[in-house]
């Protein structure tokens, strides 16, 4: 549109080699927008900076970027057209993070043919597409033809990157920064941390596993009466448990008889650390996790995390060192 154009024009010729981060929807405040906004200030000083993404309601409400980063909403009807709005900007580097939306990738091939090199960054596990719905399965076949005309694929841990690396030359690894910076107003009270756990995701996700983190907890209950859970993320309680397909997770959890008093569902948190403060345990039951940036969360507050074996969580964990 003319007013993007506009836009693009009113940034002026660069004066640094500029980076754009694409990011489907910043309204979501999931791991990888967070880690995008961590990333993205730390270049700032070397770099024109920008993170770009598609007009959605809440936008606004996204991470905070850093105030040298330009934010650049496209409207839908420009996505077809993202490798020329790059070159009229004249960015150096795409770093792409949406590399199982099929329409994207297809683009890499004209923006490296525009003089734009391409940084695949995957932020899921290399497994992922082979368990998701259609639209991502579709990605399989698409990105191993397309891993070899992009400038470098990058990939979370060393497990995906090996797999990677038998599709694609120019592999590399890139683990996530930890988000913030722990804060030292938040006072451990050992007596109290000694019954509580936390896990924290975004729970409305059925991939995050909220039915096999309140299973696991009510068996815990049993050895622990006084343990207490804290559910820290967005959640969604009408969702259909995978454990039993009959129920929702409301239902799910009444047929568990966990006492109420003993978990607690915060919601969407700002200030995560005053939750990881107050816990011994932290617990990750997502079962294909590209990173798991809760593990170095929960890690830089002095606490261990208990997750799935394999895809690649080794990388963090040393089993029955740091964490199980």
């Given at each position: 549109?003319t007013?993007?154009?506009?836009?693009?024009?009113s940034?002026g010729?660069?004066?640094?080699?500029?980076?754009?981060?694409?990011?489907?929807?910043w309204?979501?405040?999931g791991g990888?927008?967070?880690?995008?906004?961590?990333?993205?200030?730390?270049?700032?000083?070397?770099?024109?900076v920008f993170?770009?993404?598609?007009k959605?309601?809440?936008?606004?409400?996204?991470?905070?970027?850093?105030?040298?980063?330009?934010?650049l909403?496209l409207?839908?009807?420009?996505?077809?057209?993202?490798?020329q709005?790059l070159?009229?900007l004249?960015?150096?580097?795409?770093?792409g993070?949406?590399?199982?939306?099929v329409?994207l990738?297809?683009?890499y091939k004209t923006?490296?043919?525009?003089?734009?090199k391409?940084?695949?960054w995957n932020?899921?596990h290399?497994f992922?597409?082979?368990?998701?719905?259609?639209?991502?399965r579709?990605?399989?076949?698409?990105?191993?033809?397309?891993y070899?005309?992009?400038?470098?694929?990058?990939?979370?841990t060393?497990?995906?990157a090996?797999?990677g690396?038998?599709?694609?030359?120019?592999?590399?690894?890139m683990e996530?920064?930890?988000s913030?910076?722990?804060?030292?107003k938040?006072?451990?009270?050992r007596k109290e941390?000694?019954?509580?756990?936390i896990?924290?995701?975004?729970?409305?996700?059925p991939?995050?596993?909220?039915d096999?983190?309140?299973?696991?907890?009510?068996?815990?209950l049993?050895?622990?009466?006084?343990?207490?859970?804290?559910?820290?993320?967005?959640?969604?309680?009408?969702m259909?448990s995978?454990?039993?397909?009959?129920?929702?997770?409301?239902?799910?959890?009444?047929?568990?008889?966990?006492p109420s008093?003993?978990?607690?569902?915060?919601?969407?948190v700002?200030?995560?650390?005053?939750?990881?403060?107050?816990c011994?345990v932290?617990?990750m039951?997502?079962?294909?996790?590209g990173?798991?940036l809760?593990?170095?969360e929960?890690?830089?507050?002095?606490?261990?995390s208990?997750v799935?074996?394999?895809?690649?969580?080794?990388d963090?964990?040393t089993d029955?060192?740091?964490?199980?």
């Open positions: 549109s007013e993007t154009i506009e836009e693009i024009s940034y010729r660069k004066k640094k080699k500029r980076i754009v981060f694409y990011t489907a929807n309204c979501d405040r990888l927008n967070r880690v995008i906004s961590r990333v993205s200030s730390l270049l700032c000083d070397r770099y024109d993170v770009v993404c598609m959605e309601e809440g936008n606004a409400k996204g991470y905070k970027l850093d105030s040298f980063v330009h934010f909403e409207d839908h009807s420009e996505f077809s057209f993202i490798p709005l070159k009229v004249d960015v150096d580097v795409f770093i993070s949406n590399n199982c939306f329409p990738i297809r683009m923006m490296e043919n525009l003089g734009i391409v940084v695949m932020h899921e290399f992922l597409p082979y368990y998701g719905e259609y639209s991502i579709e990605s399989i076949l698409e990105r191993t033809d397309i070899n005309d992009v400038t470098v694929v990058l990939w979370l060393q497990f995906s090996r797999l690396k038998i599709f694609a030359d120019s592999v590399g690894i996530n920064p930890i913030f910076k722990p804060s030292k938040y006072k451990y009270d941390k000694d019954f509580n756990i896990s924290v995701a975004r729970f409305n996700s991939g995050k596993r909220l096999l983190l309140l299973k696991m907890f009510s068996e815990l049993k050895i622990i009466p006084n343990v207490k859970l804290y559910i820290v993320g967005p959640y969604n309680l009408d259909i995978q454990i039993d397909n009959n129920l929702s997770i409301s239902d799910f959890i009444k047929g568990l008889r966990i008093d003993r978990y607690v569902f915060t919601g969407e700002k200030n995560v650390e005053k939750y990881y403060a107050r011994a932290n617990i039951t997502s079962e294909r996790e990173f798991g809760t593990i170095i929960a890690a830089a507050m002095g606490i261990p208990v799935f074996s394999g895809g690649g969580m080794s963090i964990i029955d060192v740091d964490g199980f």
